[in-house]
């Protein structure tokens, strides 16, 4: 099993004909994701390497089955894009692009939320991989197997950096979820699911400096969470009183730093790391006895 990806899992692309749009589908498809469409307004009727391309996404969803949507569109289309999305009724929407203005994410967050049809993970994310089933998004694919860890992490670089260094014990899924302000898929969400997933042993959370997220993960894993959890948190060295990272990254005062969040961890029982070597090596102990 995994979490809302896996092999069944049929795919289309928002912006397929774009660079970027183009590029990663290649790479999916080179993954062994099954991507069945694309969508660019104007372009219906054209191919990708054979994939057919839609000029809309309630006509790709009707002719292909596509249940993921990868969003590769500019920030000024995404809130339209994602709000089509949602209209197709779309399970899984994935929104790779940064820099969507935060109203606009607010808003087609809401509007996926009033559906009740369609998860939203993102924007600015690298995306969910289920190593071995599919990809949707950029993760590379091949540094990492299969396995029985989850990874949740607001950050790319380090989801890809945890995956590589546990390689060898695998993953279920690996989430990516974001560091906008407003994200479509939390920490909390990301835990919830991997926690009712039986082939999912243990949890790697990454974080970083600014907002509660983690502190209210924190709090969610000491009620619910059942399986062992390892945390990082990015930021232990930034310095004070300066904006770092992602957007959502901001410090207030003692509200939000990397050593709160990691108080706020440990007290219910999450072991944190200091580096992301540390926190690999945290969950390589907790898999290998």
Known sequence: MSIWLDSQSKILVQGMTGAE????TRRMVASGAQVVAGVTPGKGGAQVDGIPVFG???????ATGANVCVVFVPPRFTKAAVEETVDAQVPLCVVITEGVPVHDTAQFFQYAQNSGLTRIIGPNCPGIISPGQSNAGIIPADITGRGRIGLVSKSGTLTYQMMYELRDIGFSTCVGIGGDPIIG????DCLEAFENDPETDAIVMIGEIGGDAEERAAAYIG????KPVVGYVAGFTAPEGKTMGHAGAIVSGSSGTAAAKQDALEAVGVRVGKTPSETARLMRAIITG
């Open 185 to 188: 898929t939390t920490h909390i």
């Open 56 to 62: 809309d996404v309630t006509s790709a969803v009707d």
């Open 21 to 24: 749009g183009t590029k990663h």
């Open 223 to 226: 009620e619910y969470v059942t």
